[in-house]
């Protein structure tokens, strides 16, 4: 690579690529709001999605940082957890169970991963397609709920960035496991 390679319009063509070459969403450059946030966030999703493609289920539970101890099934259980709070829980008011959480275990999403690793993917990808389909539903960014914890009132524009920051914060943490894993960088 030459030093030409690394100016913006070079690595800006090289991520346009690579989404091509993944399947993951093509991120607007134009248009509204809600379309470009929830097209990044669909293409944070499917990048963790990438990042745990291929990995064989014994390996997903693999705690591969030391000291840390995450992996990218206690991820994959935490995200669907954090799909059902945001969504379900907060934005559309539904009474259900929080996932791989209680006040006694607060950490089980990332503890417990005696379960069968294609479940969680499976139940992750519904949760997340729930959580897509009451976005749709909302009439607008400005659509409010109250905090479960604070009482404090947050709009679903709020929530979606969050999300977006939670993931990108999560598929760091598993560009590093995956590394570990099997030398997979890239996605």
Not at 69 to 79: A, K
Not at 121 to 137: K, T
Request: aromatic residues 8%.
């Amino acid at each position: 690579m030459t030093a030409k390679d690394y100016t913006p319009l070079a690595r800006h063509i090289q991520l346009a690529s690579a989404s091509e070459r993944t399947g993951r969403p093509e991120l607007p450059r134009t248009g509204g709001e809600r379309a470009t946030l929830t097209a990044f966030l669909d293409w944070h999703r499917e990048t963790f999605a990438l990042k745990c493609a291929g990995v064989a289920a014994d390996r997903m539970s693999e705690k591969a940082v030391p000291p840390s101890g995450l992996s990218l099934h206690g991820l994959v259980r935490h995200l669907a957890g954090v799909e059902r709070w945001w969504f379900w829980q907060h934005f559309a008011g539904e009474d259900l169970p929080t996932l791989h959480y209680s006040d006694d275990a607060p950490d089980q999403d990332f503890e417990w991963l005696d379960g069968d690793v294609a479940e969680a993917l499976a139940l992750w990808r519904g949760e997340c397609e729930h959580a897509r389909r009451i976005v749709a539903a909302a009439p607008s960014l400005d659509a409010t709920c109250r905090s479960l914890v604070t009482g404090k009132e947050m709009s679903l524009r709020f929530i979606l960035v969050d999300l977006i920051a939670e993931y990108a914060r999560h598929n760091g943490h598993a560009d590093l496991l995956r590394e570990r894993i099997d030398g997979a960088m890239g996605f």
